[in-house]
């Protein structure tokens, strides 16, 4: 079964400051790659996702993420992060021929201190 | 309008108690899911209904009964539950295919806790 890590369980960064979330999956096969987040008393949205060519894509709100195939990453960046992207952040994975499964990391809290 | 509708968002429920979710969506998404989500954790896959018919169980006990009356909306019958039944339950819908290029749409969740 694939699994979904995501190595950083709590950041916390001060406003300005470059964010990057780690994201690593376990399935050898073709897979759709998404970014979602969950602020505060509010339901998941998607921030960005990934589902072939170009493994550099950009997302809402200054976000961005590159897929690297030969590390079964795909790592969430931003420049400058705000106190606004206080949130939870999820990786979620899409095995070719799971039909529209996915398999979420375990999460990143993220606190940014204005 | 990319809403998923979830009642009601706050349930308490005892350990006899018979009570139901609803989840409505109006996006046309042929594809709906129930999740749970305990605190700190990622969202579990429950249920997958594909053209208003039960495609995925991920081994949830009977106590949870999904059901589909039409394609908008998706209920989630809850009978004898137990406290670490408490939870944040998460309904999300998509388009069906695609081969998981389609987004899923989530709404709110219900917070569940049963005394």
């Known amino acids: 079964a694939q699994s979904v890590s995501q190595h950083n369980h709590h950041v916390i960064l001060s406003e300005a400051a470059s964010l990057e979330l780690g994201c690593n999956y376990s399935?050898?096969?073709?897979?759709?790659l998404f970014w979602y987040v969950q602020y505060p008393g509010q339901h998941l949205q998607l921030l960005l996702k990934?589902?072939?060519?170009?493994?550099l894509v950009k997302g809402i709100k200054g976000f961005e993420a590159e897929f690297i195939k030969s590390k079964f990453s795909f790592n969430l960046r931003k420049p400058s992060v705000q106190w606004s992207d206080t949130a939870e952040y999820f990786c979620?994975?899409?095995?070719f021929g799971a039909g529209n499964m996915l398999t979420f990391g375990g999460g990143t809290r993220l606190m940014v201190k204005p | 309008d990319t809403e998923v509708t979830q009642t009601p968002k706050h349930l308490v429920m005892g350990m006899t108690n018979k009570k139901s979710l609803k989840c409505e969506q109006h996006?046309?998404?042929?594809?709906m899911y129930w999740y749970k989500q305990k605190a700190k954790k990622p969202p579990e896959l429950m249920f997958v209904?594909?053209?208003?018919?039960?495609?995925i169980n991920e081994s949830v006990p009977s106590r949870f009964s999904p059901e589909c009356p039409n394609s908008s909306l998706l209920n989630l019958h809850l009978h004898a539950l137990q406290p670490e039944d408490s939870a944040l339950y998460l309904c999300?819908?998509?388009?069906?295919?695609?081969?998981?290029?389609?987004?899923?749409?989530f709404g709110a969740g219900t917070r569940l806790s049963v005394l």
């Open positions: 999300a819908s998509s388009q069906e295919g695609g081969g998981g290029r389609y987004i899923q749409y």
């Open positions: 996006m046309g998404h042929r594809a």
């Open positions: 990934y589902f072939s060519g170009d493994p």
């Open positions: 209904y594909s053209y208003e018919k039960l495609s």
């Open positions: 399935y050898g096969g073709t897979v759709n």
């Open positions: 979620a994975v899409n095995a």
